[in-house]
């Protein structure tokens, strides 16, 4: 696919607001009661997708560009997409490390894995920009970033992080649930109560349900940052090729 942002201020805005987690559409009771979830330790403790591209926008509006780059990094082992987009702008413009246009062309591939259409507007934005070598460059290094990073690799990873972390959360040191299931997490902001019935609905737990509410993510970043105007289709050779 042949693309482009509407306008460029548009795509640094998504990466902008990369660290916002959206809730799957809800009363307004319910989305408040899922923010307090998404945002607890005993949740993040055991979704490390979100917990490291929070970490990753956090270090990027301080100005650890470097740290940013290594956080966006771990998210994008566990199938983070945003995160993944992250990277590859960092790359491209040599935020925190070398400017690798080849290798920031690689991960907006990878981002736009699944078929994203602002991410598949800004990997063709990218493609057009190379000149012959690096664009060699970027499918080289994209094959090797594709075994580690891609969705065959990526979401098993995180699926047994999500297995793992229901079997484990209650009782431990982040939190805990009481005869009476009232949730209580503890925080920089100290200890307080979650709604049980949030934090374990099967979007969060259940590896099919949890990539389905991944891809309203997505979604969602999209509508959020603007329209993207996409043209026709063209084969261009890429990483997973």
Do not use: C
């Given at each position: 696919?042949?693309g482009r942002?509407?306008?460029?201020?548009?795509?640094?805005?998504v990466?902008?607001?990369?660290?916002?987690?959206?809730v799957?559409?809800?009363?307004?009771?319910?989305?408040?009661?899922?923010?307090?979830?998404l945002?607890?330790?005993a949740?993040?403790?055991?979704?490390?997708?979100?917990?490291y591209?929070q970490?990753?926008?956090?270090a990027?509006?301080?100005?650890?560009?470097?740290?940013a780059r290594?956080h966006?990094?771990?998210?994008?082992?566990?199938?983070?997409?945003l995160?993944?987009?992250?990277?590859?702008?960092?790359?491209?413009t040599g935020?925190?490390g070398?400017?690798?246009?080849?290798i920031?062309?690689?991960?907006?591939?990878?981002?736009?894995?699944?078929?994203?259409?602002?991410?598949l507007?800004?990997r063709?934005?990218y493609?057009?920009?190379?000149?012959?070598?690096?664009?060699?460059?970027?499918?080289?290094?994209?094959?090797?970033?594709?075994?580690?990073?891609g969705d065959?690799?990526?979401?098993?990873?995180?699926e047994?992080?999500?297995?793992?972390?229901l079997?484990?959360?209650?009782?431990?040191?982040?939190?805990?649930?009481?005869?009476?299931?009232?949730?209580?997490?503890?925080d920089?902001?100290?200890?307080?109560?979650?709604?049980?019935?949030?934090?374990?609905q099967?979007?969060y737990w259940?590896?099919?349900?949890?990539?389905?509410?991944?891809?309203?993510?997505l979604?969602q970043?999209?509508?959020r940052?603007?329209?993207?105007?996409?043209?026709?289709p063209?084969?261009v050779?890429?990483?997973?090729?």
């Amino acid at each position: 696919m042949i693309g482009r942002l509407t306008d460029r201020r548009l795509w640094v805005a998504v990466v902008a607001a990369m660290a916002v987690s959206p809730v799957l559409a809800q009363p307004q009771v319910a989305d408040l009661r899922a923010r307090e979830v998404l945002g607890s330790p005993a949740f993040l403790a055991n979704h490390p997708d979100m917990r490291y591209r929070q970490l990753g926008h956090q270090a990027q509006v301080e100005g650890r560009m470097s740290e940013a780059r290594s956080h966006f990094q771990a998210a994008a082992r566990y199938a983070d997409k945003l995160s993944q987009a992250a990277l590859a702008e960092m790359w491209w413009t040599g935020q925190g490390g070398a400017l690798d246009r080849g290798i920031g062309y690689a991960w907006m591939d990878l981002a736009a894995e699944r078929g994203t259409p602002f991410l598949l507007a800004q990997r063709e934005r990218y493609w057009a920009a190379l000149d012959p070598a690096e664009r060699q460059r970027a499918v080289s290094e994209g094959r090797t970033l594709y075994a580690e990073f891609g969705d065959p690799a990526a979401q098993p990873r995180l699926e047994r992080e999500l297995r793992s972390g229901l079997r484990t959360v209650t009782g431990s040191r982040t939190g805990a649930v009481t005869a009476k299931m009232d949730m209580f997490v503890r925080d920089k902001r100290g200890a307080r109560v979650v709604d049980p019935d949030t934090f374990y609905q099967d979007a969060y737990w259940q590896p099919t349900r949890y990539w389905q509410w991944k891809a309203e993510e997505l979604a969602q970043a999209g509508r959020r940052n603007g329209t993207v105007d996409v043209g026709a289709p063209k084969t261009v050779p890429g990483p997973a090729d």
